[in-house]
């Protein structure tokens, strides 16, 4: 079993930053591709960025490319997305996620989810 507690949402002004964190426990973490999706109001949940298990390999939605950045610590089994110059259109509850068969199970269908953290960017 996996758990994923996700922290570091709150409200910024746009073209600010946030720094969310999601901490993992359980068997095998290190080996779980893991990444980050978000639901608007009023929208489905989408994907956002997402990492390999070795790292080599990183992947973002396009609205988010250039200002996202998606880093792992595995000594902490932690990853990170770094939001910078936030938009209002970026507003959302962002769900940490994590997949036992790497990115394109990841973007798909994970095998676990976070509780969620609330971003808002206000304009």
């Not at 002004?13 to 978000?38: T, V």
Request: hydrophobic fraction near 35%.
């Amino acid at each position: 079993q996996v758990q994923l507690v996700e922290s570091g949402g709150g409200l910024v002004q746009a073209g600010g930053s946030l720094r969310l964190s999601c901490a993992a426990s359980g068997r095998s973490i290190s080996e779980y591709a893991m990444g980050w999706f978000r639901q608007a109001p009023g929208k489905e949940r989408e994907f956002v960025a997402a990492g390999s298990w070795s790292g080599a390999g990183t992947y973002y939605v396009d609205s988010v490319k250039g200002r996202f950045t998606i880093s792992r610590d595995y000594a902490k089994h932690t990853i990170y997305m770094q939001m910078d110059n936030l938009k209002p259109e970026d507003t959302a509850v962002y769900y940490c996620a994590a997949a036992r068969r790497g990115t394109i199970q990841l973007r798909t269908s994970p095998d676990y989810w976070g509780q969620g953290t609330q971003v808002t960017v206000s304009s």
